[in-house]
């Protein structure tokens, strides 16, 4: 909702992004300090267990209020069906967002100073984060949020994996922040200093953050003493921000707000309660006789049906007429029974672990016109197996996309992965994509195919 409503009292200005877990807005406080509210993908909130994951991440990031290198977070609410994200603190523009209005606008690069200032900030909060035993889990332009003085402040520090039940590691913080300073090396960097984050990404990988840290602050270094300020990063945010939108008019509240916080074990709102699974079903007689292994009282009604039949009495003959039939019953629920474990033991194999076999991109056959969308599409062939992929789309323009996973079911062979270019402006432009899957693939190593567009205005 970035239409100027109002969440828990945070009015929504109308700046909004999309993100890979829902819609961020800037918005607000009811003090009238800067404020930002995210509403999650609901799809991604439906489960009971993702939504117990989702307060327990961001429980743990109010424990980190202490952390100046993360975006602070005020609340985790629900309204009207929704659950919103709310922070204390403008969660716009993203890295992401002034890496596109240089390319788009034609701006000037804010150039390594840029560059080493966000690398030194998001080193040390992942740094932190690691030290309190924990991870961020997807670090990249669109979760790095730059405040008005030039601060990289990581924002959504777990959610992405708490909604998704994959937890976050340190390990994968470091390739992302790696993958961080090579793209905005070959972005930003247009001094020649390109190397020094090429070497600091390098040392990142082999030896950790805190050492890739130190390569960017070396002292006597002397590309790293022009580094010392963020003017240039901050001129590049007040050309963004005079792009700004009208701030919205007051609107009514979105819905009553309830917190989810601070409430032991439920959730304090009817459309969101947690709950530890839909309970468990009375017994019936075929759970108990599959429980306690107990078949031998029916089989010996079996048995001694026999008997009174053999002596002809009326009586008898009725008494055995009914263990007949109430031996057949026992034999049919036996033999349901073990029907349905064997199903579900088929059911319930183990699958194969998804490897990917073999990647082929295709795009748009016809040129691009003024100000329009290219749609590539990468198609990812597989073992069969379930899992998750991940990969990266590579752009020729600079621009690096964050790293993601593609969720795959077991027996789908096949996935496609889409990627949407937009380009704006005049003139003559070829765009060339390239999807790298980097794990897991059948060879071990990262598979990868490009295709390309041409763009005429």
């Known amino acids: 909702m970035d239409d100027g409503g109002s969440v828990a009292g945070h009015r929504l200005t109308g700046r909004a992004r999309s993100g890979e877990i829902g819609i961020w807005s800037e918005a607000v406080s009811p003090a009238g300090t800067p404020s930002g509210v995210l509403r999650f993908d609901p799809a991604l909130v439906a489960a009971p267990a993702a939504r117990e994951r989702l307060v327990a991440a961001v429980t743990a990031d109010r424990h980190l209020a202490g952390s100046t290198g993360l975006l602070p977070v005020a609340d985790l609410v629900t309204a009207r069906g929704d659950i919103w994200l709310i922070t204390d603190g403008a969660p716009v523009p993203a890295l992401a967002d002034l890496l596109t209005e240089v390319y788009r606008r034609g701006v ?43 601060t990289a402040l990581l924002a959504e520090r777990g959610l992405l994996q708490a909604l998704r039940g994959a937890p976050a590691s340190p390990e994968r913080d470091v390739a992302a922040w790696a993958e961080l300073a090579r793209g905005l090396a070959a972005s930003w960097a247009d001094d020649g200093s390109a190397g020094l984050f090429e070497r600091a ?110 002596r002809g009495g009326r009586r008898g003959g009725r008494r055995g007429g009914r263990r007949g039939r109430r031996g057949a019953w026992a034999g049919s629920v036996l033999l349901a029974i073990l029907l349905a474990v064997v199903i579900l033991w088929l059911r319930f194999q183990p699958a194969a672990d998804v490897l990917a076999e073999k ?99």
């Not at 074990?265 to 599959?290: E, K, L």
Request: with cysteine.
């Open 108 to 150: 000037p690069s804010p150039g390594s100073g840029a560059v080493a200032a966000i690398l030194a900030d998001t080193a040390r909060t992942l740094l932190d984060l690691h030290a309190a035993g924990l991870a961020h889990g997807a670090p990249h332009p669109g979760t790095i949020v730059i405040a008005g003085d030039g």
């Open 201 to 310: 990404a390098a040392v990142a990988t082999a030896h950790g953050l805190a050492a890739a840290r130190d390569v960017l602050l070396a002292v006597g270094d002397p590309i790293t003493q022009s580094h010392t300020t963020r003017e240039p990063l901050v001129r590049t945010l007040h050309l963004w921000s005079s792009a700004a939108p009208e701030p919205a008019p007051a609107a009514d509240e979105i819905g009553d707000a309830v917190t989810l916080l601070g409430i032991p074990g439920t959730a304090a709102a009817d459309d969101v309660v947690m709950r530890f699974g839909p309970g468990v079903p009375a017994d019936t007689t075929a759970a108990q006789i599959w429980r306690s292994g107990t078949t031998t009282q029916f089989a010996g009604d079996v048995d001694r049906s026999a008997g009174p039949a053999r």
């Open 359 to 457: 990647v082929d991109v295709r795009g748009p056959k016809k040129a691009i016109a003024c100000d329009g969308t290219a749609t590539l599409v990468g198609t990812v062939t597989t073992n069969g197996g379930a899992g998750s992929i991940r990969y990266v789309w590579l752009r020729s323009d600079g621009v690096r996309m964050p790293e993601r996973e593609q969720n795959v079911l077991s027996g789908d062979t096949s996935v496609e992965l889409p990627l949407r270019w937009e380009v704006t402006g005049s003139g003559r432009f070829k765009g060339v994509a390239t999807l790298r899957v980097l794990s897991p693939t059948a060879s071990g190593k990262p598979l990868q195919d490009k295709a390309s567009f041409s763009y005429r205005c």
